[in-house]
Protein backbone atom coordinates (compact mmCIF):
# COMPACT_ATOMS: atom_id res chain seq x y z
CA UNK A 1 0.00 0.00 0.00
CA UNK A 2 2.97 2.19 0.69
CA UNK A 3 4.26 1.92 -2.57
CA UNK A 4 1.22 2.62 -4.32
CA UNK A 5 0.93 5.61 -2.00
CA UNK A 6 4.21 7.66 -3.13
CA UNK A 7 3.21 6.30 -6.77
CA UNK A 8 0.21 8.63 -6.19
CA UNK A 9 2.41 11.54 -5.31
CA UNK A 10 2.15 12.83 -8.84
CA UNK A 11 -1.81 12.43 -8.83
CA UNK A 12 -1.91 13.84 -5.12
CA UNK A 13 -0.34 17.39 -7.17
CA UNK A 14 -2.38 17.56 -9.87
CA UNK A 15 -5.49 17.42 -7.76
CA UNK A 16 -4.20 19.83 -5.56
CA UNK A 17 -6.57 22.00 -7.83
CA UNK A 18 -9.56 19.72 -5.90
CA UNK A 19 -8.25 20.55 -2.36
CA UNK A 20 -8.14 24.11 -2.67
CA UNK A 21 -11.54 24.27 -4.62
CA UNK A 22 -12.96 22.20 -1.52
CA UNK A 23 -11.59 24.76 0.80
CA UNK A 24 -12.51 27.43 -0.95
CA UNK A 25 -16.31 26.21 -0.86
CA UNK A 26 -16.16 24.82 2.64
CA UNK A 27 -15.06 28.88 3.89
CA UNK A 28 -17.94 30.22 2.21
CA UNK A 29 -20.93 27.30 1.99
CA UNK A 30 -21.05 25.08 4.72
CA UNK A 31 -22.69 22.34 2.72
CA UNK A 32 -20.97 19.11 2.14
CA UNK A 33 -18.74 19.80 -1.01
CA UNK A 34 -19.23 18.24 -4.74
CA UNK A 35 -16.47 15.83 -4.35
CA UNK A 36 -16.11 13.86 -7.61
CA UNK A 37 -17.28 10.19 -7.60
CA UNK A 38 -14.50 9.16 -9.22
CA UNK A 39 -12.48 10.58 -6.70
CA UNK A 40 -14.41 8.92 -3.83
CA UNK A 41 -14.51 5.47 -6.01
CA UNK A 42 -10.67 5.66 -6.13
CA UNK A 43 -9.96 6.35 -2.50
CA UNK A 44 -12.23 3.21 -1.74
CA UNK A 45 -10.10 1.07 -3.75
CA UNK A 46 -7.13 2.46 -1.95
CA UNK A 47 -8.75 1.84 1.42
CA UNK A 48 -9.69 -1.85 0.17
CA UNK A 49 -6.57 -2.30 -0.68
CA UNK A 50 -7.43 -2.71 -4.16
CA UNK A 51 -4.30 -0.74 -5.76
CA UNK A 52 -4.86 -1.86 -9.31
CA UNK A 53 -8.50 -0.66 -9.87
CA UNK A 54 -7.93 2.55 -7.85
CA UNK A 55 -4.62 3.41 -10.29
CA UNK A 56 -7.08 2.99 -12.85
CA UNK A 57 -9.35 5.49 -11.23
CA UNK A 58 -6.99 8.14 -10.44
CA UNK A 59 -5.96 7.51 -14.07
CA UNK A 60 -9.04 8.47 -15.56
CA UNK A 61 -9.94 11.32 -12.59
CA UNK A 62 -6.50 13.44 -13.93
CA UNK A 63 -7.80 14.35 -17.16
CA UNK A 64 -5.89 15.26 -19.94
CA UNK A 65 -5.27 18.78 -20.68
CA UNK A 66 -2.40 21.39 -20.81
CA UNK A 67 -2.09 21.31 -17.22
CA UNK A 68 -1.83 17.51 -16.30
CA UNK A 69 0.18 16.14 -19.55
CA UNK A 70 3.52 16.31 -17.58
CA UNK A 71 1.15 14.64 -14.49
CA UNK A 72 0.70 11.85 -17.32
CA UNK A 73 4.65 11.68 -18.21
CA UNK A 74 5.40 11.24 -14.43
CA UNK A 75 3.00 9.04 -13.72
CA UNK A 76 3.74 6.66 -16.50
CA UNK A 77 7.27 6.96 -16.02
CA UNK A 78 6.63 5.20 -12.26
CA UNK A 79 4.51 2.71 -14.05
CA UNK A 80 7.77 1.91 -16.23
CA UNK A 81 10.65 1.93 -13.28
CA UNK A 82 8.85 -0.29 -11.30
CA UNK A 83 8.29 -3.05 -14.09
CA UNK A 84 4.98 -2.48 -14.69
CA UNK A 85 5.88 -1.38 -18.28
CA UNK A 86 2.08 -2.44 -19.83
CA UNK A 87 0.50 0.12 -17.86
CA UNK A 88 3.18 2.69 -18.80
CA UNK A 89 2.77 2.44 -22.38
CA UNK A 90 -0.89 2.82 -21.91
CA UNK A 91 -0.42 6.20 -20.09
CA UNK A 92 1.94 7.67 -23.17
CA UNK A 93 -0.43 5.94 -25.66
CA UNK A 94 -3.45 8.01 -24.32
CA UNK A 95 -1.46 11.01 -24.15
CA UNK A 96 -0.05 10.44 -27.89
CA UNK A 97 -3.85 9.93 -28.67
CA UNK A 98 -4.95 13.12 -27.64
CA UNK A 99 -5.67 15.42 -30.37
CA UNK A 100 -4.43 19.12 -30.62
CA UNK A 101 -1.25 18.05 -28.55
CA UNK A 102 1.08 20.67 -29.11
CA UNK A 103 4.73 19.61 -30.14
CA UNK A 104 6.66 19.88 -27.34
CA UNK A 105 4.53 17.18 -25.33
CA UNK A 106 4.34 15.44 -28.18
CA UNK A 107 7.55 14.92 -28.44
CA UNK A 108 7.93 13.85 -24.73
CA UNK A 109 5.09 11.56 -25.08
CA UNK A 110 6.73 9.77 -27.62
CA UNK A 111 10.22 9.53 -26.10
CA UNK A 112 8.53 8.09 -23.27
CA UNK A 113 6.75 5.51 -24.97
CA UNK A 114 9.85 4.75 -26.85
CA UNK A 115 11.51 4.09 -23.56
CA UNK A 116 8.22 1.87 -22.20
CA UNK A 117 8.87 -0.81 -25.64
CA UNK A 118 12.78 -0.19 -25.33
CA UNK A 119 12.03 -1.49 -21.59
CA UNK A 120 9.29 -4.01 -23.05
CA UNK A 121 11.69 -5.49 -25.59
CA UNK A 122 10.07 -4.20 -28.24
CA UNK A 123 12.88 -2.49 -30.14
CA UNK A 124 11.34 -2.18 -33.74
CA UNK A 125 8.74 0.37 -32.53
CA UNK A 126 10.62 2.16 -29.68
CA UNK A 127 13.17 2.77 -32.77
CA UNK A 128 10.42 4.27 -34.94
CA UNK A 129 9.49 6.57 -32.47
CA UNK A 130 12.93 7.91 -31.37
CA UNK A 131 13.19 8.51 -35.29
CA UNK A 132 9.97 10.24 -34.97
CA UNK A 133 11.42 12.52 -32.12
CA UNK A 134 14.29 13.21 -33.97
CA UNK A 135 11.93 14.62 -36.99
CA UNK A 136 10.19 16.44 -34.76
CA UNK A 137 13.41 18.09 -33.37
CA UNK A 138 12.89 18.31 -29.60
CA UNK A 139 14.58 16.06 -27.60
CA UNK A 140 16.70 14.85 -30.35
CA UNK A 141 20.01 14.17 -28.01
CA UNK A 142 17.89 12.06 -25.94
CA UNK A 143 16.19 10.48 -29.07
CA UNK A 144 20.01 9.60 -30.40
CA UNK A 145 21.26 8.46 -26.54
CA UNK A 146 18.04 6.11 -26.68
CA UNK A 147 18.86 4.92 -30.49
CA UNK A 148 22.33 4.79 -28.82
CA UNK A 149 20.73 1.85 -25.99
CA UNK A 150 18.61 0.28 -28.99
CA UNK A 151 21.13 -0.57 -31.78
CA UNK A 152 24.28 -1.60 -29.42
CA UNK A 153 21.57 -4.53 -28.14
CA UNK A 154 20.40 -5.32 -31.86
CA UNK A 155 24.21 -4.98 -32.55
CA UNK A 156 23.57 -3.45 -35.50
CA UNK A 157 26.96 -1.80 -35.71
CA UNK A 158 26.16 -0.01 -38.81
CA UNK A 159 23.13 1.79 -37.72
CA UNK A 160 24.58 2.15 -34.51
CA UNK A 161 27.76 4.36 -36.47
CA UNK A 162 25.38 6.28 -38.24
CA UNK A 163 23.20 7.51 -34.83
CA UNK A 164 26.71 8.32 -33.20
CA UNK A 165 27.77 10.44 -35.96
CA UNK A 166 24.60 12.60 -35.46
CA UNK A 167 24.89 12.20 -31.84
CA UNK A 168 28.56 13.60 -31.97
CA UNK A 169 27.34 16.33 -33.97
CA UNK A 170 25.24 17.68 -31.58
CA UNK A 171 27.06 16.98 -28.35
CA UNK A 172 30.46 18.22 -27.24
CA UNK A 173 30.83 14.74 -25.66
CA UNK A 174 32.83 12.34 -28.22
CA UNK A 175 32.11 9.84 -29.82
CA UNK A 176 35.14 9.01 -31.62
CA UNK A 177 36.12 5.74 -29.08
CA UNK A 178 32.68 4.53 -29.35
CA UNK A 179 32.41 5.00 -33.15
CA UNK A 180 36.06 3.20 -33.56
CA UNK A 181 34.17 0.33 -31.26
CA UNK A 182 31.87 -0.26 -33.26
CA UNK A 183 34.19 -0.40 -36.26
CA UNK A 184 35.86 -2.88 -34.31
CA UNK A 185 32.48 -4.63 -34.00
CA UNK A 186 32.46 -4.82 -37.62
CA UNK A 187 35.40 -5.95 -38.04
CA UNK A 188 35.54 -8.50 -35.43
CA UNK A 189 32.07 -10.18 -37.75
CA UNK A 190 34.06 -10.09 -40.94
CA UNK A 191 37.20 -11.94 -39.64
CA UNK A 192 34.59 -14.39 -38.26
CA UNK A 193 33.52 -14.96 -41.48
CA UNK A 194 36.57 -15.12 -43.08
CA UNK A 195 36.22 -11.67 -45.39
CA UNK A 196 39.71 -10.29 -43.92
CA UNK A 197 40.02 -8.02 -46.48
CA UNK A 198 36.90 -6.16 -44.61
CA UNK A 199 38.00 -7.08 -42.00
CA UNK A 200 40.90 -4.83 -42.21
CA UNK A 201 39.34 -2.07 -43.48
CA UNK A 202 37.13 -1.85 -40.47
CA UNK A 203 39.89 -1.81 -38.29
CA UNK A 204 41.84 1.05 -40.29
CA UNK A 205 38.36 2.19 -40.21
CA UNK A 206 38.56 2.29 -36.42
CA UNK A 207 41.94 4.00 -36.13
CA UNK A 208 40.88 6.76 -38.12
CA UNK A 209 38.03 7.54 -35.80
CA UNK A 210 40.30 6.47 -32.61
CA UNK A 211 44.13 6.38 -33.06
CA UNK A 212 44.37 4.98 -29.61
CA UNK A 213 42.34 2.46 -30.11
CA UNK A 214 43.72 -0.93 -28.88
CA UNK A 215 41.44 -3.64 -30.21
CA UNK A 216 41.51 -2.25 -33.89
CA UNK A 217 45.62 -2.70 -33.48
CA UNK A 218 45.12 -5.97 -32.16
CA UNK A 219 42.74 -6.87 -34.56
CA UNK A 220 44.97 -5.49 -37.62
CA UNK A 221 47.56 -7.83 -36.08
CA UNK A 222 45.20 -10.99 -35.89
CA UNK A 223 44.31 -10.62 -39.77
CA UNK A 224 47.91 -10.70 -40.26
CA UNK A 225 48.61 -14.09 -38.24
CA UNK A 226 45.50 -14.81 -39.61
CA UNK A 227 47.82 -14.51 -43.66
CA UNK A 228 50.57 -16.01 -41.46
CA UNK A 229 52.46 -12.48 -41.98
CA UNK A 230 54.28 -12.25 -38.22
CA UNK A 231 56.41 -9.66 -39.52
CA UNK A 232 53.29 -7.35 -39.65
CA UNK A 233 51.33 -8.84 -37.16
CA UNK A 234 53.92 -7.87 -34.58
CA UNK A 235 54.51 -4.37 -36.15
CA UNK A 236 50.61 -3.69 -35.05
CA UNK A 237 50.46 -5.38 -31.50
CA UNK A 238 53.31 -3.41 -30.80
CA UNK A 239 51.90 -0.24 -31.78
CA UNK A 240 49.61 -1.41 -28.22
CA UNK A 241 52.70 0.19 -26.20
CA UNK A 242 52.41 4.15 -27.39
CA UNK A 243 48.12 3.42 -27.59
CA UNK A 244 47.52 2.22 -24.01
CA UNK A 245 50.09 0.46 -21.62
CA UNK A 246 47.05 -0.49 -19.62
CA UNK A 247 46.26 -3.45 -22.34
CA UNK A 248 50.35 -4.79 -22.24
CA UNK A 249 48.82 -8.06 -20.08
CA UNK A 250 46.74 -8.49 -23.01
CA UNK A 251 48.78 -8.11 -25.91
CA UNK A 252 51.93 -9.76 -24.74
CA UNK A 253 51.04 -13.34 -24.95
CA UNK A 254 49.77 -12.29 -28.38
CA UNK A 255 53.16 -10.86 -29.49
CA UNK A 256 55.04 -13.60 -27.72
CA UNK A 257 53.41 -15.85 -30.60
CA UNK A 258 53.73 -13.89 -33.46
CA UNK A 259 57.44 -13.70 -32.28
CA UNK A 260 57.53 -17.65 -31.72
CA UNK A 261 55.92 -17.95 -35.33
CA UNK A 262 58.82 -15.62 -36.84
CA UNK A 263 61.32 -17.95 -34.99
CA UNK A 264 62.42 -14.70 -33.67
CA UNK A 265 61.97 -15.16 -29.55
CA UNK A 266 64.95 -12.82 -28.96
CA UNK A 267 62.87 -10.16 -30.79
CA UNK A 268 60.55 -10.66 -28.19
CA UNK A 269 63.24 -10.43 -25.13
CA UNK A 270 64.13 -7.10 -26.78
CA UNK A 271 60.49 -6.06 -26.95
CA UNK A 272 60.14 -6.94 -23.05
CA UNK A 273 63.55 -5.68 -22.35
CA UNK A 274 62.49 -2.23 -23.63
CA UNK A 275 58.85 -2.15 -22.12
CA UNK A 276 60.95 -3.08 -18.99
CA UNK A 277 63.63 -0.23 -18.82
CA UNK A 278 60.93 2.70 -20.20
CA UNK A 279 58.10 1.90 -17.85
CA UNK A 280 59.04 -1.16 -15.21
CA UNK A 281 55.84 -2.79 -16.16
CA UNK A 282 55.38 -5.87 -14.17
CA UNK A 283 53.99 -7.87 -17.41
CA UNK A 284 57.08 -7.23 -18.95
CA UNK A 285 58.80 -8.14 -15.84
CA UNK A 286 56.81 -11.68 -15.10
CA UNK A 287 57.34 -12.65 -19.20
CA UNK A 288 61.17 -11.38 -19.34
CA UNK A 289 61.66 -13.86 -15.99
CA UNK A 290 59.28 -16.34 -18.19
CA UNK A 291 61.49 -15.68 -21.96
CA UNK A 292 64.73 -16.25 -19.58
CA UNK A 293 63.55 -19.44 -18.21
CA UNK A 294 62.54 -20.63 -21.14
CA UNK A 295 65.72 -20.14 -22.58
CA UNK A 296 67.67 -21.83 -20.36
CA UNK A 297 69.25 -18.28 -18.96
CA UNK A 298 69.62 -18.62 -15.27
CA UNK A 299 72.19 -15.68 -14.72
CA UNK A 300 69.78 -13.59 -15.57
CA UNK A 301 66.79 -15.03 -14.01
CA UNK A 302 68.28 -14.87 -10.80
CA UNK A 303 69.87 -10.97 -10.93
CA UNK A 304 66.40 -10.43 -12.18
CA UNK A 305 64.39 -12.30 -9.28
CA UNK A 306 66.75 -10.91 -6.53
CA UNK A 307 66.06 -7.65 -8.14
CA UNK A 308 62.17 -7.48 -8.02
CA UNK A 309 62.15 -9.95 -4.68
CA UNK A 310 63.85 -6.77 -2.93
CA UNK A 311 61.15 -4.50 -3.71
CA UNK A 312 58.55 -3.47 -1.63
CA UNK A 313 55.07 -5.08 -2.45
CA UNK A 314 55.74 -7.61 -4.34
CA UNK A 315 53.49 -9.11 -6.50
CA UNK A 316 51.79 -12.85 -5.80
CA UNK A 317 51.96 -13.54 -9.61
CA UNK A 318 56.14 -12.28 -9.13
CA UNK A 319 56.54 -14.77 -5.90
CA UNK A 320 54.65 -17.84 -8.30
CA UNK A 321 57.66 -17.32 -10.81
CA UNK A 322 60.35 -17.52 -7.76
CA UNK A 323 58.78 -20.61 -6.64
CA UNK A 324 58.89 -21.73 -10.19
CA UNK A 325 62.81 -20.85 -10.06
CA UNK A 326 63.28 -22.52 -7.04
CA UNK A 327 61.21 -25.67 -8.37
CA UNK A 328 63.07 -25.77 -11.11
CA UNK A 329 66.33 -25.79 -9.15
CA UNK A 330 65.60 -28.87 -7.22
CA UNK A 331 63.63 -26.99 -4.67
CA UNK A 332 66.62 -26.73 -2.64
CA UNK A 333 66.31 -29.88 -1.97
CA UNK A 334 62.25 -30.45 -0.60
CA UNK A 335 60.81 -29.91 -4.27
CA UNK A 336 57.68 -31.10 -2.69
CA UNK A 337 57.11 -28.23 -0.24
CA UNK A 338 58.07 -25.84 -3.01
CA UNK A 339 55.35 -27.62 -5.43
CA UNK A 340 52.77 -26.90 -2.88
CA UNK A 341 53.55 -23.56 -2.25
CA UNK A 342 53.36 -22.84 -5.79
CA UNK A 343 49.79 -24.59 -5.82
CA UNK A 344 48.82 -22.60 -3.14
CA UNK A 345 49.71 -19.32 -4.81
CA UNK A 346 48.38 -20.56 -7.83
CA UNK A 347 45.14 -20.92 -6.12
CA UNK A 348 45.22 -17.16 -5.18
CA UNK A 349 46.23 -15.83 -7.90
CA UNK A 350 43.39 -17.68 -9.98
CA UNK A 351 40.54 -16.45 -7.44
CA UNK A 352 41.87 -12.88 -7.76
CA UNK A 353 39.98 -10.58 -9.80
CA UNK A 354 42.06 -9.47 -13.22
CA UNK A 355 40.26 -7.08 -14.68
CA UNK A 356 38.03 -3.83 -13.54
CA UNK A 357 35.62 -0.92 -15.55
CA UNK A 358 37.33 2.62 -14.51
CA UNK A 359 33.83 3.95 -14.68
CA UNK A 360 31.54 2.34 -12.69
CA UNK A 361 33.95 -0.32 -10.63
CA UNK A 362 32.31 -3.38 -12.19
CA UNK A 363 34.61 -6.42 -11.38
CA UNK A 364 35.71 -8.95 -14.32
CA UNK A 365 37.81 -11.19 -14.92
CA UNK A 366 39.19 -11.05 -18.56
CA UNK A 367 39.06 -8.46 -20.98
CA UNK A 368 35.60 -7.06 -22.33
CA UNK A 369 35.69 -4.54 -24.46
CA UNK A 370 32.26 -3.63 -23.46
CA UNK A 371 31.02 -2.95 -19.66
CA UNK A 372 28.36 -5.24 -19.17
CA UNK A 373 27.30 -2.94 -15.97
CA UNK A 374 27.70 0.09 -17.46
CA UNK A 375 28.15 -0.39 -21.16
CA UNK A 376 31.30 2.02 -21.29
CA UNK A 377 33.37 0.79 -23.90
CA UNK A 378 36.95 0.30 -23.27
CA UNK A 379 36.31 0.75 -19.80
CA UNK A 380 37.42 -2.49 -18.36
CA UNK A 381 41.08 -2.86 -17.52
CA UNK A 382 43.48 -4.86 -16.22
CA UNK A 383 43.89 -4.49 -12.51
CA UNK A 384 47.32 -2.66 -11.34
CA UNK A 385 48.17 -5.83 -8.63
CA UNK A 386 47.13 -8.70 -10.59
CA UNK A 387 48.57 -8.10 -14.38
CA UNK A 388 48.88 -12.00 -15.18
CA UNK A 389 49.30 -12.40 -18.71
CA UNK A 390 47.84 -15.80 -18.67
CA UNK A 391 44.79 -14.92 -17.58
CA UNK A 392 44.31 -12.34 -20.40
CA UNK A 393 45.07 -15.32 -22.75
CA UNK A 394 43.11 -17.10 -21.68
CA UNK A 395 40.20 -14.58 -22.15
CA UNK A 396 40.79 -13.24 -25.16
CA UNK A 397 38.08 -12.53 -27.87
CA UNK A 398 37.47 -9.33 -29.97
ZN1 LIG B 1 31.39 -0.14 -16.15
Known amino acids: MLDLLWLLLPVAAASGWYTAKWSEEKSTNNDIPNIPNEYVKGINFLVNEQPDKALEVFIRFVEVDSDTIETHVVLGNLF ?60 KKEAHQHLKELYEQERDWEKAIDNAVSLQKMKPLKQNGVIAHYYCELGGQAKQNQQLKIAEKMAKKALSYDRKCVRASILLGDLCVEKEDYQTAI ?22 RAHEENDDL ?118 IENKETALADKHYSV
Open 235 to 256: KYYSNVFTQNLQYLSFVLPLLK
Open 80 to 139: RQRGEVDRAIRIHQNLIARPNLDKIHRATALLELGRDYLKAGLLGRAEGLFKEVIAIGIQ
Open 266 to 383: IGYQGYLQKIHNDHHELSSILGLIESYRERGDVQNLRVLLKEELEKQDVPLSLLRKYIQYVIDNDGYGHPEVFCCIANALDHHLDAQISHQCVRCGFEVRGVFWQCPCCHGWGTIQPR
